[in-house]
Nanobody
């Protein structure tokens, strides 16, 4: 069992910043990819940013240059710094981690989601 606890969502005006954090705990042997997805009303869930254990990153085109993903491998945490936020960034943001648990089973866990609202 792996638990993900997300924090940092909220409301902000366009051009503002927010920082999302996600802490993973439980039966974790190794975490490979950690990432953030989002789902806006009426839309499919989409990848926002992901980072490997080695630090390689991948971003959606819509957030490149504005969002930065980072992780702390020792603490099993992943963060998403969101700057220059736009109304179209409004969505529920979900943390996702993939790796192996102590039973050497594939791990693919999701957080409960945190709402980000960008509005004037």
């Amino acid at each position: 069992q792996v638990q993900l606890v997300e924090s940092g969502g909220g409301s902000v005006q366009p051009g503002g910043s927010l920082r999302l954090s996600c802490a993973a705990s439980g039966s974790i042997f190794r975490l490979n990819a950690m990432g953030w997805y989002r789902q806006a009303p009426g839309k499919q869930r989409e990848l926002v940013a992901a980072i490997t254990s080695g630090g390689s990153t991948n971003y959606a085109d819509s957030v490149k240059g504005r969002f930065t993903i980072s992780r702390d491998n020792a603490k099993n945490t992943v963060s998403l710094q969101m700057n220059s936020l736009k109304p179209e960034d409004t969505a529920v943001y979900y943390c996702n981690v993939r790796g192996l648990d102590y039973g050497v089973n594939l791990l693919d866990a999701w957080g409960q989601g945190t709402l980000v609202t960008v509005s004037s």
